[in-house]
């Protein structure tokens, strides 16, 4: 296979390399809005001031978790789910959208879900991260490839999805996507500094709150947490807040363009940098492990850019009061 260089190599997703349809996302939409109440679901949160960031030595000071800075947050909806694939259907169905890794012919896909006979075809793997394939024909729908399908993984999280595919399906239905302070502000669940959205123990009384790594990472998951990809947008307890799968389970695309440096705080409302080349992820997904990447703490941070899919981002909505 040919390794393919990635503007952002990690575990945690892949970029794609040159962009051969840079105006993809600005093809016509026809954008007939959802009759759906958009608020309908969600979850009212009053804002107010809360520490984000962290100073915790588990962290990644390259990805400019910290420092702790203080933040004002005006009131905002949020919903308790990720973007489920019968969601996403709906909005396929209604608007006739195509997303990019459709567009493209092709989406990453983490090496041990694809089969066999999709295997043969692959060419090419990310350089420093080899887990991650360029599978013909991944997408949404076809999750692994040609050959796999989503009829047993409607209440799963749609993934596949770039950052404008997420836009598009907001503007669709009403919504928008999360500053990345209002998402960490919701996945707190009101907690102050700590490490998950339950509390500072990855597993309380032995039980999995989340859907990550199970096992050595890249070669072999346990699956003791119940999945071994996606997991029901639904799975396990949510915070306090009532989300649910902050942490693990897919990565979460924000509206913010992303920067390792923050303006001095106090912060009121703040969107990030004006202009950037990566979006901002949060939340961490099925393949986070803490021997290599345990970024599924709720201060944790990643980037890609924003025409980039792969096998375990998706996204949540928000809406403003």
Known sequence: MIEMNAKKPGCCSASREDSSLPDAHSLPLNVIPSSKDPKEGMIYLPGGEF????????????????????????????????????????????????????????????HLFVSAET???????????????????????????????????MDHPVIHVSWHDAYAYCQWAGKRLPSEAEWEYAARGGLVQKRYPWGDV?????????????????????????YAGTAPVHAYKPNDYGLYNVSGN?????????????????????????????????????????????RYRVAARSKNTPDSSTGNIGFRCAADV
């Not at 789910?81 to 209604?94: C, G, H, L, Q, R």
């Open 250 to 294: 897919v990565w979460e695309w924000c509206s913010d363009w992303f920067s390792a440096n923050h303006p001095a705080a106090p912060l009121i409302n703040p969107q990030g940098p004006p202009t950037g080349q990566e979006k901002v992820l949060r939340g961490g997904s099925y393949l986070c492990h803490k021997s290599y990447c345990n």
């Open 202 to 226: 990855l597993k309380p009384d032995g039980e999995h709150r989340c859907n990550i790594w199970q096992g050595k990472f890249p070669e072999k998951n346990n699956c003791s947490d119940g």
């Open 119 to 153: 295997a043969q075809g692959v060419t090419q793997t990310v350089r420093q991260t080899p887990w991650w394939w360029a599978v013909n024909g991944a997408c949404w729908k076809h999750p692994e490839g040609p050959d796999s399908h989503i009829d047993d993984r």
């Open 51 to 110: 520490l984000m960031g962290t100073a915790d030595q588990e962290g990644f000071a390259q990805d400019g978790e910290g420092p702790v800075r203080s933040v004002r947050l005006d009131p905002f909806y949020i919903d308790p789910y990720t973007v489920s694939n019968a969601e996403f259907k709906a909005f396929v169905d209604a608007t006739g959208y195509r997303t990019e890794a459709e567009i493209f012919g092709w989406s990453f896909v983490f």
